[in-house]
């Protein structure tokens, strides 16, 4: 059965560091890595995808590592703004069509 | 493209009422899912369709908890005789047909049950 970890549960930087969230899985035959944001009482935005044959995604300021073999993902903000502020969910695709997810990793950016 | 779209927002109902959530997909995405989340938790699996099939339910969907997806399109939750436990933000998303794509989700349903 995977299970998805993510470390730590929350974080709190002020503004302009660079920051670093883990995600880690159980079983490594996974289809893809998810990375979503949510806000306090919102729903799933999509942040990236990477596939499993993909070793990173990038956009903008975020820039998302997977270590398949090592069952590892990192989601890499840089210059990190109050704005993103909210919980950072993981989630993994395996065996089936469902995603499974972390509890995700509340972000507090400190202006 | 206006994306997943949940309907209610919001919903208040007392123990032992039904109640039904409603989702309308990304167009031209063939598979939703509906998901569960409580309170400092992570989503939960709870059901897929690809198209109008049923594909795959969760132990978590009880036999008070139906879906149905009726002609491939809009997609229904119905939960009979709500509990207390049944409090959760539920969450409706869509992909694509093929496997490995992006899921796109909605904002969510919050049912309270009081």
């Known amino acids: 059965k995977q299970e998805v970890t993510q470390i730590p549960a929350a974080l709190s930087v002020p503004e302009g560091e660079n920051l670093v969230l883990n995600c880690s899985f159980t079983?490594?035959?996974?289809?893809?890595l998810q990375w979503f944001r949510q806000d306090p009482g919102k729903g799933l935005t999509s942040l990236l995808l990477i596939q499993s044959s993909q070793r990173e995604q990038t956009s903008g300021r975020l820039n998302a590592s997977l270590d398949k073999s090592s069952g590892r993902s990192t989601l890499y903000i840089a210059a990190s703004q109050p704005g993103d502020s909210a919980t950072y969910l993981c989630?993994?695709?395996?065996?089936?069509?469902?995603?499974?997810f972390g509890k995700g990793t509340k972000l507090t950016v400190n202006p | 493209d206006t994306g997943v779209s949940q309907d209610p927002r919001h919903k208040i109902t007392k123990r032992g009422q039904n109640v039904t959530f409603r989702c309308d997909p990304i167009s031209e995405h063939n598979r939703l899912y509906w998901y569960r989340q409580t309170l400092g938790q992570g989503p939960e699996f709870l059901t897929y369709?690809?198209?109008?099939?049923?594909?795959?339910k969760s132990r978590l969907l009880s036999d008070r908890f139906s879906a149905e997806r009726p002609k491939g399109s809009f997609s229904t939750l119905e939960i009979q005789r709500t509990e207390q436990g049944d409090s959760a933000m539920y969450l409706c998303a869509s992909s694509p047909q093929q496997g490995g794509t992006e899921a796109f989700f909605g904002q969510g349903t919050r049912l309270t049950v009081v």
């Open positions: 989630a993994v695709s395996s065996g089936s069509e469902k995603l499974v």
């Open positions: 079983d490594s035959a996974i289809y893809n």
């Open positions: 369709f690809q198209n109008e099939a049923q594909l795959e």
